[in-house]
């Protein structure tokens, strides 16, 4: 039968408008985490990250919010480009002394032209 | 270009061959991960070094994979008696910080026939 893991999250938005990618993170210890973009038969890139002392942080084009009380993180991209197609992932930092990244999922977002 | 390199970027063997997948991390981070990914899933990690010292390996990390990093400098993952089910994308990423952002490669597909 199909893997579960093929059901990979989708979202499409339309060139221009903006997009919020929602992540569930498991740990409530977690104190950093970070959404990376990965496109097609390459590897992971950095996109912006958080602290768990912030709930707010603000790139280029892009907006990490971060709810501790319900565990929940999310992107938002503004003015969405064609090359912003891509699959995204959050990864949170395990606490202290484990020192690594635990991925999610991931969203595979298509920008309609 | 100085981000993490990794050769062979693919390899294709049968079902019994050993493969060793090397990794270059960008100069001076003493942090070194290896990730796996297979379709539609986020990377899963595998294994982190601290300069030459292996400090986490992952419970996916059968006997039949075995990573090193004898001078604190590239590293190499080996797996042994190759098997369908170690079909995935292996990642490489490096850190010069214990904590933060990691900077990955472009990863090695693995094809098990």
């Known amino acids: 039968g199909e893997s579960v893991g093929l059901h990979l999250p989708t979202l499409s938005v339309q060139e221009g408008d903006n997009s919020i990618i929602n992540c569930a993170y498991s740990?409530?210890?977690?104190?950093?985490f970070i959404w990376y973009k990965q496109e097609s038969g390459k590897g992971p890139q950095f996109i912006i990250d958080i602290r768990s002392n912030m709930d707010k942080r603000q790139g280029q084009r892009v907006t990490v919010l971060l709810n501790k009380t319900v565990k929940h993180l999310s992107l938002q991209i503004a003015a969405t480009q064609p090359g912003d197609s891509a699959v995204y992932f959050c990864a949170e930092e395990t606490p202290a002394g484990a020192q690594k990244l635990v991925f999610g999922q991931g969203t595979r977002l298509t920008i309609n032209p | 270009d100085t981000g993490v390199s990794q050769d062979p970027r693919h390899k294709i063997t049968k079902r019994g061959q050993n493969v060793t997948f090397r990794c270059d991390p960008i100069?001076?981070?003493?942090?070194l991960y290896w990730y796996r990914q297979t379709l539609g899933q986020g990377p899963e990690f595998l294994t982190y070094?601290?300069?030459?010292?292996?400090?986490?390996k992952s419970r996916l990390l059968s006997d039949r994979f075995s990573a090193e990093r004898p001078k604190g400098s590239f590293s190499t993952l080996e797996i042994q008696r190759t098997e369908q089910g170690d079909s995935a994308m292996y990642l490489c990423?490096?850190?010069?910080?214990?904590?933060?952002?990691?900077?990955f490669g472009e990863g090695s597909r693995l094809t098990v026939l």
């Open positions: 990423a490096s850190s010069p910080r214990q904590t933060g952002e990691l900077f």
């Open positions: 740990n409530s210890a977690s104190d950093y």
């Open positions: 070094f601290q300069n030459e010292a292996q400090l986490e």
């Open positions: 100069s001076e981070h003493n942090r």
